[in-house]
């Protein structure tokens, strides 16, 4: 396994997040800058998504960058990805996105790009955290602080790299819906599936960080006006992004939500047919993943839970010469290695065109051919969390076990993830079966093993 997990003080799973003016403040920002610039050579780029917070923070975090001698591109409003391709594209040293993703309005947060366009990896995020705690910073003298370039435009090099990856319009006059959340990709995948062809109806598409319409977590019930939308126009699906676009989410043209794991795995069926070679998942995913893979010659490698594990894993194996062909979280984050190394919610948007053109059916019925698959996923509070875990290692030594991240437990029939958070005094149990009855069976085996260790508090 060529990636481990390692817990940080600050930085979550996608960055650093918290509420605006509690946690997540200007004096925050401009320390994370500060770290940043010191970590770091040659210019940072800098964008945010449409949170109201936005601005002043981009402000603290930018001083913070200049004062160690960097220099600053401040690319405006932009989806998480469209800075991740620019990272590579425009050559800069380091990156930062101002962006809370799903979160309500009332937060905002910071995630951390390196070089090559994927988010900071553990090591580098700890020495940028001891930066931040002990306030050791590059301090630049009069005649060598930063200066700061505005580049709101090159948002369009992304939509153009977007429309490149696909040979013409293959939309060929598809009627699509479009609901950006009132966030940045407002600037980005209306025009991107136009250029691809189709004819765009779009709602919630004026940005906006009071997010008036829906939140910006693509939620079923956050998704109802875009599927009315979808059943009024006849287009062929509906897609959403959460607040910083590098996901997506579906609605088939009956305006029913589609599952995220589903979306996965009709996407990669589609990529390995063409392409063999691995796909890169973590161990929360669902067996279909894997399946998927196979059945069309291609191999899974699963990382801990994290899209900068699975990203950072499609990069080392593509350096070290493996073909690599599809990676993703199940949650509507996709990463499509052709094009960039990241989690890429407009990509999404356009291969799911480039495959609905190809296989000439619906979505729903494409998604009904999928493999039946039951899930059940629970929270625990629990003053113990490894103690359970040693438990579940005891009671299922003969079975097969992954201890990628937590403890998979593998059979024939389904599996089981039993994971201890980092954060919280909690373990999430998952299971999986093709057979309801089989899931509830495996998942109360597994709850009568926890349960002397969980308290009411
Ligand atoms: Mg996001």
Redesign the pocket.
């Known amino acids: 396994m060529g990636v481990r997990k390692v817990e940080k003080r600050l930085f979550g799973t ?1 960055g650093v997040r918290g509420i605006v003016g509690k946690d997540m403040t200007p004096d925050l920002a401009l320390r994370i800058g500060a770290a940043l610039g010191s970590l770091s050579d040659g210019v940072i780029g800098v964008g945010r998504d449409t949170r109201t917070s936005g601005e002043a923070l981009a402000s603290a975090l930018k001083g913070g960058v200049m004062a160690t001698g960097c220099d600053v591109v401040d690319l405006g409003i932009l989806p ?1 990805p469209a800075l991740q391709y620019l990272m590579r594209q425009q050559g800069y040293g380091g990156g930062a996105m101002i ?1 809370a ?2 979160n309500p309005p009332e937060y905002n947060g910071v995630k951390v790009i390196d070089a090559d366009g994927t988010e900071m990896g553990d090591e580098k995020l700890l020495a940028l955290e001891e930066r931040i705690f002990n306030r050791d910073f590059r301090s630049a003298p009069w005649n060598g602080v930063g200066s700061e370039t505005s580049a709101p435009h090159l948002v369009q090099d992304y939509v153009r790299g977007v429309v490149e990856q696909f040979p013409g319009p293959i939309g060929g006059g598809m009627t699509v819906a479009v609901d950006p959340g009132s966030g940045p990709s407002c600037l980005t995948t209306p025009a991107i599936l136009a250029a691809l062809g189709c004819r765009v109806f779009t709602i919630h598409a004026q940005m906006d960080g009071r997010f008036p319409g829906r939140m910006p977590e693509p939620s079923v019930e956050g998704l109802a006006a875009l599927s009315e939308l979808v059943r009024g126009s006849g287009a062929a699906f509906g897609v959403a992004h ?6 997506a989410v579906f609605v088939d043209e009956s305006g029913r939500f589609v599952d995220e794991m589903d979306e996965f795995a009709l996407i990669e069926q589609f990529i390995c047919r063409s392409r063999k070679g691995v796909v890169v998942a973590p161990v929360s995913c669902s067996r279909m993943i894997e399946d998927v893979a196979e059945q069309n010659g291609c191999r899974i490698e699963y990382t801990p839970v994290g899209s900068v594990y699975v990203a950072r894993r499609m990069r080392e194996l593509a350096a070290a010469g493996e073909p690599v062909v599809f990676g993703g979280e199940g949650n509507g ?1 996709l990463i499509f290695p052709s094009f960039q190394f990241c ?1 890429d919610g407009a990509m999404t948007a356009a291969m799911m065109v480039h495959l609905l053109a190809r296989e000439g059916r619906p979505l729903s019925s494409l998604v009904a051919r999928l493999p039946p698959h039951h899930t059940i996923q629970r929270k625990i509070r629990t003053r113990t969390p490894l103690e359970i875990l040693r438990r579940i290692e005891k009671a299922y030594a003969g079975d097969a076990l992954d201890f990628t991240d937590g403890i998979r437990i593998v059979r024939d029939d389904g599996w089981a993830l039993v994971r201890a958070s980092g954060t919280e005094p909690l373990v999430r149990v998952i299971v999986e079966s093709g057979d309801e009855e089989r899931a509830k069976r495996f998942y109360e085996e597994i709850i009568r093993c926890i349960e002397p260790e969980t308290g009411q508090f």
């Open positions: 996608n998480t962006t993703s799903h959460d607040g910083d676009a590098d996901r984050g989690r």
